[in-house]
């Protein structure tokens, strides 16, 4: 059984000592077979091993996007009142243990059925909370008072703030709730200024966490993808320009051993700030990867991406971070690859693709120019 799993876990390894031991008896193509054999031998483990860590890298990433949304909902749980997300089709996304404190129903009971914070609503009620959520679609907000069926098939007065999100186009996509218990509320004698205070920093950290970087507060990689689709679309059906520069941080591995990995973070905070302020209102700039940043720049054809790639990295090499305990300051350079829409370009795989290519073609000549130059200057 243990010979089984070593096998799957490496099989193209196992592939390469199969073939290598055939080729051994055998003369191909006029070359010792041995020889040729461990030549693909070799070749198999390293396929293997970029596999390997490829699957490292997803199940990486995946474990901390878990945790963070752990901690996300710990911290919803943790706060007294209700939050909820709804679409306008009566499904609810989300919404917070309180619920249960509050009227008996676990999490898992609403989820499993569509409108059924709406069948909880009291009969007279219905009308009033049905007709303002449809009035909520042209981005308008409320306030409701109404009663709330509990488990125990007694009601219970709340309070619910009802604020739409939209999305990078301005469209309304769904609607944040944050229900209040209104007869703690009028026993505590709360002042309607800082509820209203309250209900819209819950409605922040619902709309940051969802669409913002944890570091650096840039769109995150998830909802950079969105734009951008949204971007090419719109770009194809109206013959525009689109283009896009993929960046790193060079030499940060270096950076991260040499002063630590607080101040690696604080390079990438402040490669972010740099980049917001050099760059257009329309203009979107994401962190990608580690310590990649992806620019999406609309209406932006090929002529001009030399020239503003060159001022990209112009303007975040004047930039640095200072090591107040050694005196030091901190610079760092980044490297670019770009991407145009043009005819062979099917979506935004091959944008994106196309600009991974030119980033590491980048990268490639920039190591082949410092060759030679001491490591001190290189980082």
């Not at 996300?72 to 007294?80: A, E, L, N, Q, T």
């Not at 303007?315 to 991407?339: P, R, Y």
Request: charged letters at 25%; a neutral charge; one cysteine or more.
């Amino acid at each position: 059984m243990a010979v089984k799993t070593l096998i799957n876990k490496y099989k193209y390894c196992a592939m390469g000592i199969l073939i290598a031991l055939n080729c051994s008896i055998v003369s191909i193509f006029k070359l010792n077979g041995i020889t040729f054999g461990l030549v693909v031998m070799a070749f198999c483990c390293t396929l293997q091993f970029l596999v390997n860590g490829e699957e490292h890298d997803t199940e990486t990433e995946k474990e901390s996007n878990a945790i963070s949304e752990r901690l996300f909902h710990r911290v919803m749980d943790i706060v007294p009142e209700i939050v909820y997300v709804s679409l306008f089709d009566g499904s609810v996304k989300y919404i917070s243990d309180g619920i249960e404190r509050l009227a008996g129903y676990k999490p898992d009971e609403i989820y499993k059925t569509r409108n059924f914070l709406l069948q909880m609503v009291h009969p007279d009620d219905r009308e009033k909370v049905l007709r303002q959520i449809q009035d909520l679609q042209n981005g308008s907000e409320a306030i409701l008072e109404y009663r709330l069926l509990k488990k125990d098939r007694t009601y219970v007065w709340v309070s619910d703030h009802l604020n739409t999100n939209r999305n990078e186009w301005g469209n309304v996509t769904h609607y944040n709730g944050i229900l209040i218990n209104s007869d703690e509320r009028k026993t505590t004698d709360k002042s309607l200024q800082s509820l209203n205070a309250r209900i819209h920093q819950l409605n922040d950290m619902v709309n940051h966490h969802a669409v913002r970087d944890s570091l650096t507060h840039i769109y995150n990689r998830r909802y950079s993808l969105v734009i951008l689709q949204n971007e090419f679309n719109r770009a194809r059906t109206q013959n525009k320009a689109l283009s896009c520069l993929l960046m790193d941080v060079d030499h940060l591995e270096s950076l991260n051993q040499r002063y630590g990995y607080f101040m690696g973070d604080r390079i990438l905070t402040e490669v972010s700030k740099c980049l917001q302020k050099y760059i257009r209102p329309s203009d979107v700039v994401s962190r990608f990867g580690d310590d990649e940043f992806l620019l999406i720049l609309p209406e932006i054809d090929t002529g001009e991406l030399g020239r503003i790639s060159g001022d990209l990295v112009n303007a975040v090499e004047k930039c640095c971070v200072k090591d107040e305990e050694k005196n030091l300051d901190i610079h760092f350079g980044i490297t670019i690859g770009t991407s145009s829409i043009t005819p062979p370009i099917k979506n935004i795989t091959d944008l994106i693709e196309q600009a991974t290519k030119s980033l590491h073609a980048a990268k490639t000549a920039k190591k082949a120019s410092l060759k030679g130059r001491p490591a001190a200057e290189l980082t």
